[in-house]
């Protein structure tokens, strides 16, 4: 098991309404037997002004795996456990992607909530692989070798990325705004 964390990336952070993705990638080792891979996704997010259809999904290598709705019940760190199909978690880079939409109810809706909408992937959201005959494999950002003895990837994974490169309206850093607002952790 491994943390995004440990793997360099800060908590991830987006804003604005519609979709809104974070792209991170992480190498895997080779591995026979693909099965039991899992995500625990460790999330957040604004709720104020959305419909039904807002949600967070989780796409690896281009290839949806889970979505969830987002709801009160979910706003603060919430997990949502993503069972990685064996035939799309690749060994070497694989691309994670996680897309936001915040779908508001009306336009009313559309202008008041519109800076206000944001989504966090903590970086305690844990990856967990099939052991290789090495071990799990896993390439720091911060690091010039990998993790995984006997392997290397063939080049280093970009960092998180949040695109597009969303600002705070107001300059500030915290999801929901300044002082007193509720924000994510």
Known sequence: MVTLGDLGYEDNVIYGLGEQRINLSFDAPPFEDRSGATIDVIWSHSIAGMTELSSLS????????????????NVNRAVLRVNIPPTTLQPGPNALQFLFVFQ????????LVRDAA??????????RLPQSPTGFCAWLPVLPLSLCAGWQPRE????AAAHPQAERPDGGDEPGGGPGQAHAQ
Not at 104 to 111: F, I, T
Not at 118 to 127: A, P, Y
């Open 104 to 111: 508001p109810k009306d336009q009313v809706c559309a202008r």
């Open 58 to 73: 989780v796409i690896l290598n281009g290839v949806p795996i889970a979505n969830a709705a987002l709801r009160e019940a």
């Open 156 to 159: 280093q994974p970009a960092r």
């Open 118 to 127: 944001w989504g966090v992937i903590h970086k305690d959201t844990e990856i």
